[in-house]
T-cell receptor, first 114, second 116 residues
Framework: AQKVTQAQTEISVVEKEDVTLDCVYE???????LFWYKQPPSGELVFLIR??????QNEISGRYSWNFQKSTSSFNFTITASQVVDSAVYFC???????????FGKGTRLSVIA | GAVVSQHPSRVICKSGTSVKIECRSL??????MFWYRQFPKQSLMLMAT?????????EQGVEKDKFLINHASLTLSTLTVTSAHPEDSSFYIC????????????FGNGTRLTVT
């Protein structure tokens, strides 16, 4: 069975601080995809990244970066120089390849204080 | 890019009435759509998988007679909450995937249902 664990329920940081959101996953599949989504108070899911299990390269996109480590089954997300607009709930998710649905973690609520 | 349109975004209904939520893929054919439910401050939980032209597959604990899913075309899936009760108040989100293998999953903007 697939499982995604986001141990941090809530995180609060002061603007301009760096923050890392943890994600640990479980799957028996050798091929799978990992995702991060942002959910602002308005509710929609904003896609941030999709990474397949064969690509362990870290990725950077502006202030966002992701660290994928298969050895520890982790896919952590770091926001550098956080801003108030980063305040949201962030979900890590996992899916097998093909037409399977995403399994979501419980989410981490990030509050960035000015 | 691909867009999934979900309607309505908000709905308030009285207890005992039924509510229909539509999920449309606007620029691609979605053979598979997924319906999720999210209670306040909780995660998204898969309710059912909807395949075009066939019956939906429901997750354990989801009442198929209460949450009717119809996927009659390649661009439209509907979720009808029948005889809604206050405990059905939740945020419902659909997602759709095109037919090609490993195509990305696109989410609608969600429907916030409040049953009074």
């Amino acid at each position: 069975a697939q499982k995604v664990t986001q141990a941090q329920t809530e995180i609060s940081v002061v603007e301009k601080e760096d923050v890392t959101l943890d994600c640990v996953y479980e799957t028996r599949d050798t091929t799978y995809y990992l995702f991060w989504y942002k959910q602002p108070p308005s509710g929609e899911l904003v896609f941030l990244i999709r990474r397949n299990s064969f690509d362990e390269q870290n990725e950077i996109s502006g202030r966002y970066s992701w660290n994928f480590q298969k050895s520890t089954s982790s896919f952590n997300f770091t926001i550098t120089a956080s801003q108030v607009v980063d305040s949201a709930v962030y979900f890590c998710a996992l899916s097998e390849t093909g037409n399977t649905p995403l399994v979501f973690g419980k989410g981490t609520r990030l509050s960035v204080i000015a | 890019g691909a867009v999934v349109s979900q309607h309505p975004s908000r709905v308030i209904c009285k207890s005992g009435t039924s509510v229909k939520i539509e999920c449309r893929s606007l620029d691609f054919q979605a053979t598979t759509m997924f319906w999720y439910r999210q209670f306040p401050k909780q995660s998204l939980m898969l309710m059912a998988t909807s395949n075009e032209g066939s019956k939906a597959t429901y997750e354990q604990g989801v009442e198929k007679d209460k949450f009717l899913i119809n996927h009659a075309s390649l661009t439209l899936s509907t979720l009808t909450v029948t005889s809604a009760h206050p405990e059905d108040s939740s945020f419902y989100i659909c997602s759709a995937r095109a037919a090609s293998y490993n195509s990305p999953l696109h989410f609608g903007n969600g429907t916030r249902l409040t049953v009074t």
